[in-house]
């Protein structure tokens, strides 16, 4: 039984791919189509804008996708939230949607914009914040560029950001945050009934999250011997709890964990001084919890 998976078209498609491939599937697109095939003979993938995907995914055009919670909240749509798999393009951190106006306007609230326009392509979740607290304000859905819009063709934006750079090279000021968003494994409610069909997209789940738990992190093999163990455990910040493993020489035991990248430039000289030897830092492609 295919599945068919729906890749972001955009921004986001060449993270996405780079995230499937470190998951063991390897996505091989071709510029003139927006069907994909993988080394999975079961699964094939198609590209399709974030903005769309929850609806092919609840029509059920396709089995499921990977799209933002942003655009699943704005289409209003039913599909099944499987998975979070945070891995924007500058950080693993959550983007934002973001009430901004001009450096110099007098507005300081998302309450003072009463009877002003706010531009922004987030359009329903735009009119249901600035209602929920009671404001009435024009919603312009923009196609792009929303950054120059204030203040000739609007009073303010909801834009989307990661750093704010754009923003404030634009000479805007955030004011509140609207909406956190991150990427989503969502899934169509027919095929998540379907028994095969949800384990597939359960194991897809699973090997992505593993994928993303192994970026930033390494692995790390060293020998030490025992009367020295209790100082090399104190150095290491293990994912959980370190694999120690006798050797030949019952003098000596093996230590194999998980830090983070960044830890290991500080760890391993510490590490050498608690009389540790044979240290290697090793690559991981998941991290399966």
């Known amino acids: 039984m295919k599945l068919r998976i729906g ?37 094939e993938c198609m590209l399709i804008r974030a903005q769309e995907m929850a609806r092919y995914v609840e029509h059920g055009a396709l089995d499921a996708g990977l799209t933002g919670l942003d ?18 393009k500058r950080s693993r951190e959550k983007v934002r949607w973001v009430l ?20 922004t392509e987030l359009v329903n979740v735009t009119r249901e914040y600035f209602r929920r607290k009671g404001v009435n304000v024009r919603v312009d ?9 204030p203040p000739m063709l609007a009073d303010a ?3 989307v950001t990661e750093t704010g750079s754009s923003l404030k090279a634009n000479r805007l000021r955030i004011l509140e945050t609207v909406l956190e968003s991150n990427p989503q494994l969502i899934a169509n409610k027919t095929s998540w009934a379907m028994c095969e069909k949800r384990r597939k997209i359960e194991n897809l789940a699973l090997m992505l999250c593993g994928a993303m738990a192994a970026q930033d992190r390494v692995g790390l093999m060293l020998n030490v011997r025992k ?27 093996a230590v194999n964990t ?6 290991a430039w500080q760890v391993i000289p510490r590490l050498k001084e608690a009389c540790a030897q044979g240290i290697v830092e ?8």
């Open 7 to 43: 890749i972001p078209k955009g921004s986001l498609q060449e993270a996405t791919l780079r995230l499937f491939a470190r998951a063991g599937l390897q996505v091989y697109t071709n510029g003139r189509s927006y069907l994909a095939s993988t080394t999975d003979s079961e699964v």
């Open 227 to 253: 009367q020295d163990l209790d100082r090399v455990l104190d150095l290491l910040p293990a994912l959980k709890k370190p694999t120690i493993a006798t050797l030949s020489d019952a003098e000596w035991v």
């Open 258 to 263: 998980v830090i983070e990248e960044a830890e």
């Open 100 to 119: 901004a106006c001009p450096e110099d306007s007098v507005y300081q609230r998302a309450e003072d914009f009463s009877g002003c326009t706010v531009a």
């Open 141 to 149: 859905f923009s196609w792009g560029a929303t950054e120059i819009k």
């Open 71 to 88: 655009w699943v909240v704005e289409s209003g749509l039913e599909v099944i939230t499987v998975s979070d798999l945070i891995y924007a």
């Open 282 to 289: 090793y690559p991981l492609n998941k991290v399966v919890m």
């Open 157 to 159: 934006i909801v834009e």
